[in-house]
């Protein structure tokens, strides 16, 4: 557990470790007040520690996490494909189960339901999410996170180090898209796709660890392999990004908020709320990222899409 004294509140920031290789609650905070210096730094290293960090009771707007995240960097544009952010806060994104059911035609509780590295086709996926929850169902609606150093670092040296040398290719949309193929959302994809190729392992920029950077969501097919090779070591590594022992579980109400590091995470949304009659809105901002640069020392070549930048 870390303590540190606030001088603006003077109460005690403590942040406490939940699970055994990820994710820690943070108390003794009120993101409505402006952080300190000391407390962005406090947290920024807590963030990189344990991966993803949880607030709970933190009844704030749009313009209240636009301005936290504004201090861990550039803030993005709500996302390079929806449009649905609301029109005063261009940089929040909606994670609404009423706004998808429109888009994909049917009960969806989150863009996709596979475990998944935020917008990991891009050139420059964003380094960290911010995700507020405004309406919680009473059950059920969990999100998970798994920490990608942890699952590298548990595989055997001799697939670690065959894994450094390899590169996979980063699709939005996945192997198998999670929309009807003639709807409006898949005509948007096609008219301008956004791929890259990004290395198997990426190496952390700031705490240097070896990230196994693929997952389902996005990561279509390893270069230079066959098809059945590459989906057969796919599924090795989807497999041991998912295994329990590398991830936490986060139970939403109003007010709770789950900030992570996405260059050294994946998350899944809920599958369990498709048979309730129920609604989720939760607001995500995210911080623009850097290229991925792998064991190598070569960054991540773009195929298709621009760099992502924010403000």
Known sequence: MTTIESPRTATAL??????????????GIDLREDLTDATVDELTAALHRHKVLFFRDQHIGHAEQIAFSRRFGAVTPSHPYDDDAPTEHPEILAVDSRLYEKRFGRKKFSYTNQWHTDVSPLINPPAASILRAEIAPERGGDTQWTNLAAAYAGLPESLRTFLDGLRAEHRFGGRIPPWDADSDYARKIAASPLVTEHPVVRVHPVTGERVLFVNPGFTTRIIGLTPPQSDALLQLLFDEISHPAYTVRFRWAKGSIAFWDNRATAHLAPSDLDH?????????????GDIPVGVDGVPSSPVAGAKFTGA
């Open 276 to 288: 309730l009659d129920v609604t989720r809105v939760l607001y995500r901002t995210t911080l623009e």
């Open 14 to 27: 403590e942040i406490v470790p939940v699970a055994g290789h990820i994710g820690a609650e943070v108390t």
